[in-house]
């Protein structure tokens, strides 16, 4: 993996039921991992834990090639996790996200990240979730969308503001309001139109966008320190449900 690459491995959680590889992505996770995994309540949640964990690590050994129970992990102060084991590969920086239907994960070298997916039949996405959620500038631009372009605009500020978020890695502590995105045009990608932190730059990060499958959006947002450009390639984990 180059050092101006970026690759995003995603996949349907339910489409694995193999007991036999399931067992086998259990003895990947770390204790704390298996312990997290037993504390859910349903079946279904445990099974996207499980799966979307295993596509974690499979997609960390397949870029550096450690086995996949080999990694440990701790996290920030705000949760946003990092690889400290082994030593050596602590400047792998990766991103995981899940979502009724789908599990993505963005991995790379040198480039900070954070990766975002969502379903497009969330219910609970609505003008009133995006008024107290969104930025006035986006609120506006939601307000002005025709009705069934409503629902899919407020899904891809939410996908950008959570990719954002997680890959600025101060979680909640920023404030939902206080940045706003320029949605994407036919020949501009999406971009923040504002950021109220103190010191921030405005045009460090960059975006991207995606539909993944019929039934999801994905957003990724990156900041690199290479003039190159930055290569970005989405693919189905076929090699997770085939491990």
Request: no cysteine; charged share 35%.
């Given at each position: 993996m180059h050092s101006h690459e970026i690759l995003i491995w995603f996949i349907?959680?339910?489409t694995i039921q193999d007991p036999a590889r399931l067992n086998r992505f259990l003895q990947w996770l770390s204790p704390e991992e298996r312990a997290q995994h037993q504390r859910f309540r349903f079946d279904k949640h445990r099974h996207t834990y499980l799966v979307s964990h295993a596509l974690m690590r499979g997609a960390l050994s397949l870029s550096t090639q450690v086995d996949p129970a080999q990694f440990a992990f701790n996290t920030n102060s705000y949760g946003k996790?990092?690889?400290?084991?082994?030593a050596q590969e602590q400047t792998v920086n990766f991103n995981l996200s899940h979502t009724e239907g789908l599990a993505a994960v963005a991995i790379s070298r040198h480039i900070e990240l954070g990766v975002d997916v969502?379903?497009?039949?969330?219910?609970?996405m609505t003008q009133s979730l995006a008024e107290h959620f969104f930025a006035p500038e986006e609120c506006q631009a939601v307000a002005q969308s025709s009705e069934h372009e409503r629902t899919i605009k407020m899904l891809e500020f939410w996908t950008l503001k959570e990719s954002y978020i997680k890959a600025v890695g101060q979680g909640l502590s920023i404030a939902l309001d206080s940045f706003a995105f320029r949605l994407a045009t036919a020949t501009q990608p999406a971009s923040l139109m504002r950021l109220d932190a103190q010191g921030s730059d405005l045009n460090a990060w960059s975006f991207w966008q995606s539909q993944p499958?019929?039934?999801?959006?994905?957003a990724l947002a990156f900041k690199s320190d290479t003039a190159k450009p930055v290569q970005i390639k989405a693919q189905r984990a076929q090699w997770l449900a085939e491990a």
């Open positions: 349907e959680p339910e996790p990092f690889v400290v084991a082994p969502e379903n497009k039949h969330r219910k609970d499958t019929e039934h999801h959006l994905m």
